[in-house]
């Protein structure tokens, strides 16, 4: 039996998250097994406080540097879950080391993007993930994501406005990509029809789209984007009693925190497997937003920065009063 893994996932955040599962029922259902992850260094945060990994290591300024560190770890076995020229490279230069890779359904993707034929398995990226590792006996623990957030980064009450220290919806305005966010206007009626505080979730690439939404009510909203760190601004979503989020790295966040959410879904759908995912143990709940039947959709399984249209139709037709009449009228204390 295998004792020594290494696990592969270069980036990015939200698929480094979905990873989780299979790091930590590796570790439990194979209690002597030595756990190592290889990333990218940008995301070496993610996994560093993660008790189940026993060392990350990172892929920095010189790849063959980082090749030689691995070959001298002597690993029994490799669990590829990117599946890329890269990863490739690296299973070569390990020759002999047994390994099993991820299952990234090009073909099937490319089928439902460019003729709208959906051949997608009705499985998430989670069970595929975990497909990997089935030939040790490993099986889905039901559990969900992991997320841990070193004590460093953990936010105080004072970091945010006093209106919103009793609760508040966090609303994830950025994403990787303009396709797959909300047009400003859109998020500045979705904000205006709220009748509860809101705080705006994005990084520093947000921070003007953040002060448009915010300027019609200051008070009611804050405009966090910008002013955390990737993990603090995930203890702004663990400390929320409600998640409004684009398909971004903050919704699988938010699903391992086990928060209720709305997804809103532009040219992406949730067809790809990557909708939230709680676990079957879960009895928590999500809402999709999304315009069914559009002929153009989904244009591509990552996105765009622009509209290759040129209308935008699949964010610019949510009726915003759709996303409102899912929020509930009463949060748990």
Known sequence: M??????????????IVLTTPVIRCLRKQIPDAEIHFLTKQAFSGLLSSNPYIDKVHTLGSSFDLMLHELKVEDYDCIID???NLRTLRVKRFLKGVPS??????????????????????????VDRNLATVSAFGVVNDGLGLDYFIPEKDRTKKEDIPVPHQLGYIGIVIGAALATKKMPIHQLQALCAAIHYPIILLGGKEDIEAGKAIAAQDDV???????????????????????????????????????????AIWG??????GMYPYYGAKSNQHFDNVEINKLWCRPCSKIGYNKCPKGHFKCMEKIDVKDIVNLIPTRFPA
């Open 220 to 262: 009611k909203i804050y405009n966090a984007c910008g002013k955390f760190n990737l993990n603090e601004s995930a203890d702004l979503v663990r400390n929320a009693k409600y998640i409004i989020t684009h398909d971004t790295g903050l919704l699988h966040i938010a699903a391992a925190f086990q928060k209720p959410m709305i």
């Open 81 to 83: 879950l990117h599946h």
């Open 100 to 125: 099993y890779s991820f299952s990234k359904l090009n073909i099937e993707k490319f089928i439902l993007t460019n003729f709208k034929i959906n051949r997608m398995p009705a499985k998430h990226i």
């Open 267 to 272: 040219n992406t759908v949730p067809a790809f």
């Open 2 to 15: 295998a004792k020594k893994f290494l696990i592969i996932r270069f980036s990015s955040i939200g698929d």
